[in-house]
């Protein structure tokens, strides 16, 4: 099994095909990662695009990728943290990985569109927006050792 960063899960999620359509589940109140509900966003990603790097400073992330693929990369620099200086890599995606990636307030994340054609995210946030709550780094710098995408 991988090894997660702190504070870090992969929750599996089902898919119910039907004749109809199917159904995607995303979060429920009573699972042990929910940490309250803030807002629900979409974001979509180009392939081949990167946005990123991101902390957030009180958000807990709930990532769910209903359509396309995205490579996740989460990096730990809380040096309390028993994983610090680790990166976890994820990729997500109903073909091949429908899982919730939730990640807690601290970390730095990064992500890339890899599917050929539209790549969604679903962010179920713990809190609202708020801009005073997040930095920003770009993808070369010098607190983040650099990542071969």
């Known amino acids: 099994?991988?090894?997660?960063?702190?504070?870090?899960?992969?929750?599996?999620?089902?898919?119910?095909?039907?004749?109809?359509?199917s159904v995607f589940h995303g979060i429920k109140a009573n699972e042990n990662?929910?940490?309250?509900?803030?807002e629900a966003y979409f974001s979509s990603i180009v392939s081949g695009k990167i946005k990123g790097w991101k902390q957030h400073l009180k958000m807990t992330l709930n990532l769910i990728v209903p359509a396309g693929?995205?490579?996740?990369?989460?990096?730990?620099?809380?040096?309390?943290?028993?994983t610090y200086k680790?990166?976890?890599?994820?990729c997500l995606g109903p073909e091949i990985k429908y899982k919730r990636l939730t990640v807690p307030p601290g970390v730095w994340m990064a992500f890339?569109?890899?599917?050929?054609?539209?790549?969604l995210l679903l962010n179920i946030a713990s809190i609202p927006h708020d801009p005073g709550e997040v930095l920003q780094l770009p993808l070369e710098n010098e607190q983040i050792p650099n990542y071969n995408w």
Not at 33 to 38: A, L, V
Request: without cysteine.
């Open 1 to 21: 099994m991988e090894s997660l960063i702190e504070g870090v899960f992969l929750s599996d999620l089902k898919i119910i095909a039907t004749d109809n359509g």
């Open 33 to 38: 990662t929910y940490m309250g509900f803030g």
């Open 69 to 82: 693929a995205i490579r996740f990369v989460i990096f730990d620099d809380r040096p309390t943290s028993t």
């Open 86 to 90: 680790s990166f976890n890599e994820f």
């Open 112 to 119: 890339q569109g890899i599917g050929k054609d539209l790549n």
